[in-house]
């Protein structure tokens, strides 16, 4: 199976300025089509998870630019610029490469 | 709007069986192959089973594998997961999701506990 961890486990963030969380895959993620199965999810709290970014780069619909995913192959990155009170939640990593699928343990995003 | 609603949910002595749904609108749900995702209380997402748009491919997370059964019937827009022989590690939020997880359910609730 492929792992996949975050770091940090959690992340304190005053308004207005930016976070980043990191994702490392134990396989790489690219597949021969080109396209990296990395996926962002935002789980808010009590709610349901929401799709950020998909294959490593891509904006969700809805979701504010103020996000942005980058990465290689086995090593990804989650960008939040500008945080708001908003993004508050847990951050999961997850793999759509190949079954199983495999999240990230998720890293908590707080407001200072 | 597209929009997912599990049902089916409850408190379930151990060794039983519990069948949850998932009801789509707002897509082609035949077109699109679907999860099942759960969350214990307190933890992270684990991925328990996946089903193609037509039913040809069917996978299970080993922890499940034997036990759970995913299907689906693309002429009532409704996505199933038959758990049996449940155990008290099957306890938590169970989501059905597209496959590529752009889109989820609010959760359905199985809490296994004599």
């Known amino acids: 199976d492929i792992v996949m961890t975050q770091a940090p486990l959690s992340v304190s963030v005053t308004p207005g300025e930016s976070a980043s969380i990191s994702c490392r895959s134990s396989?790489?993620?690219?597949?021969?089509?080109?396209?990296?199965?990395v996926y962002w999810y935002l789980q808010k709290p009590g709610k349901s998870p929401q799709l950020l970014i998909y294959?490593?780069?891509n904006l969700a619909s809805g979701v504010p630019d103020r996000f942005s995913g980058s990465g290689s192959e086995t090593d990804f990155t989650l960008k939040i610029s500008r945080v708001e009170a908003e993004d508050v939640g847990i951050y999961y990593c997850g793999q759509l490469l190949e079954n199983p699928f495999t999240f990230g343990s998720g890293t908590k995003l707080e407001i200072k | 709007e597209v929009q997912l609603v599990e049902s089916g949910g409850g408190l379930v002595q151990p060794g039983r069986s519990l069948k949850l749904s998932c009801l789509a609108s707002g897509f082609t749900f035949s077109n699109y192959g679907m999860n099942w995702i759960r969350q214990a209380p307190g933890k992270g997402l684990e991925w328990v089973a996946s089903?193609?748009?037509?039913?040809?491919?069917?996978y299970y997370a080993d922890t499940v594998k034997g036990r759970f059964t995913i299907s689906r019937d693309n002429a009532k827009n409704t996505l199933y997961l038959q758990m049996t022989s449940l155990r008290s590690e099957d306890t938590a939020l169970y989501y059905c999701?597209?496959?590529?997880?752009?889109?989820w359910g609010q959760g359905a609730s199985v809490t296994v506990s004599s």
């Open positions: 294959r490593m780069s």
């Open positions: 999701a597209r496959l590529f997880m752009d889109a």
């Open positions: 089903i193609s748009s037509s039913s040809s491919y069917i």
């Open positions: 396989k790489s993620l690219l597949h021969s089509n080109g396209i990296t199965y």
